[in-house]
């Protein structure tokens, strides 16, 4: 079945030619992304889906990359997520009843207007209408490429950022800026003022969202304690959504994109644990063996993002055979009133981003 759906991939894409474009992240599993035109992190596909001309977008990918090249591309220009089951569960524990509650109890705990006060700052794994409130509150997008330079951004315009969903991104980003980890401190939306107190966060930088990757936080610093001991010439990669203590312990630190530009760049016969998800793990070790480079993974266990992997060959061979016959199936569409101020705080970061 695997095999006629590679089959059927590519009779489809021979007769849309260059009508449609497929964009893939790199977690997307390896028979799916052999077919992607571009691939990249959240930032590089972010960038790419408001530079291509294509009229159908397809992205392999989870739901909110989908709409960030909704809002990114032109108005006239179809976004398509092959499975719509494809989400993130990260960004799923954020949401704008509770952003906007968080916003509320923040007055009361202000004493006055938060937009006086914080930046919010949402990563891109946030829902459009989450980038839409950070746009209409002076706020920004970061991705795990940019967040420093976005997090400088913002604390040189107001003294405080509310930073959300991943509280482990945020909180490496701020340590590295130098902000001791005690003005860091935790939001917990489904408790009322968060779980603080009105000193808590007139003392705080940063407040940082109840929120993290189930995938990420499999990681555990006793992984790298012990590959250590087995490999003490080696070295050590993580991703910024990985707990503080594996981001600490870790030699290197950032996007999937720098991960493989850094692996692939690295002297032959290095010798790499890698603390991201299993499908760029994999091909990343592929990739390199043959400079007699070795790169393992981190957790013992096999950690995948299970909805990346719902994006399937069927499902993108069903999509691009749909699109074949004139049938736009599984359009992700923004609203033009989320649409818009989402972009603008979308162009603040790109504008903001090195
Ligand atoms: P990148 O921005 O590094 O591609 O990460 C996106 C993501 O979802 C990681 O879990
Ligand atoms: Fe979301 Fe984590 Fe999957 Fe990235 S790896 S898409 S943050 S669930």
Redesign the pocket.
Known sequence: ADEQAQARILAAREKLGKRAVILG??YQREDVYRHADLTG???KLSRLASQTDAEYIVFCGVHFMAEVADIMSKPEQIAILPDLAAG?SMADMANLAKVERCWRELRGLLGGDPDNTFTPVTYI?SAADLKAFCGEHGGIVC???NCGSILEWSLARREKVLFFPDQHLGRWTGYNMGIPLEDMLVWDPDLENGGLTAEQVAKAKILLWKGH?S??QMFQPSHILRWRNQNPDGIVIS?P?SAFEVCRQSDFVG???YILKTVKAAAPGTKWLVGT?LNLVNRLAEEVKHEGKTVQFMAPTVCM?STMQRIDPQHLAWTLENLVEGNVVNRISVPAHEAGPAKLAMDRMLAASP
Do not use: A, I, Y
């Open positions: 992240h790199h992190d959240s930032l993130c794994n991705t795990s490429s990757c995938v990420h991703h959504e996007s999937t994109e998800e993002c």
